[in-house]
């Protein structure tokens, strides 16, 4: 069974759409949620982290966390065509491991 | 430029050999991870370093070892290479205490076994 959980897409949205990334991880112990971006044959970026219930917000970005349903979610307003990548979603195990579902590819469609 | 080097950047290795590779994190990042990523996957734990020492080890064998120096340089071994072993091999850092807030990824090794 598979600890973090993403579709892997891909995600098409056309230019200015607001894009809705989703994860969902199995250890209710977690503690911190990271998203990463991954252009195609670089290394993941991180985008945001969060670690309480609710929303964070920053610039376009917003993630949002629900600890009781084990379920996290990036929104991207106003989508650019440079927002086309893989985005990881990845939770704490511990105090120092990270786990990373297989990502989600978005395009974003000009 | 992230401030965490890895060399190098590409490398072919033929099965059964060992491979060395390199990550330099910036001052005062005293914790370090290695992760492989197989493509089409998210990164793996490979293991974590703190202060010179290993602190937590995902699963991997044995044949996947690490050292961390001082000057907060890093070291993964892998010997007895397999195909399977050929992947994008990231190392991530963070200053002490803050790996809470994410880490942050070097550019990678692109290690290809034949």
């Known amino acids: 069974q598979k600890e973090v959980e993403q579709n892997s897409g891909p995600l098409s949205v056309p230019e200015g759409a607001i894009a809705s990334l989703n994860c969902t991880y199995s250890?209710?112990?977690?503690?911190?949620f990271f998203w990463y971006r991954q252009y195609s044959g670089k290394s993941p970026e991180l985008i945001m982290f969060?670690?309480?219930?609710g929303d964070k917000e920053d610039g376009r970005f917003t993630a949002q966390l629900n600890k009781a349903s084990q379920y996290v979610s990036l929104l991207i307003r106003d989508s650019q065509p440079s927002d086309s990548a893989t985005y990881l979603c990845a939770v704490t195990s511990g105090t120092y491991k990270y786990i990373f579902g297989t990502g989600t590819r978005l395009k974003v469609l000009a | 430029e992230t401030g965490v080097t890895q060399s190098p950047t590409h490398l072919i290795k033929t099965r059964g050999q060992q491979v060395t590779l390199r990550c330099s994190s910036q001052?005062?990042?005293?914790?370090v991870s290695w992760y492989q990523q197989a493509l089409g996957q998210g990164p793996q734990f490979i293991f974590q370093y703190y202060r010179e020492e290993e602190n937590g080890r995902g699963n991997f064998p044995p044949r996947f070892s690490g050292l961390q120096f001082p000057n907060y340089s890093s070291e993964l071994n892998v010997n007895a290479l397999e195909l399977d072993d050929s992947a994008l091999y990231l190392c991530a850092s963070s200053p002490e205490g803050q790996g809470a807030r994410g880490y942050t990824f070097g550019s990678g090794t692109r290690l290809t076994v034949v």
């Open positions: 250890d209710r112990g977690s503690q911190s």
């Open positions: 001052s005062g990042h005293n914790t």
């Open positions: 969060i670690y309480s219930n």
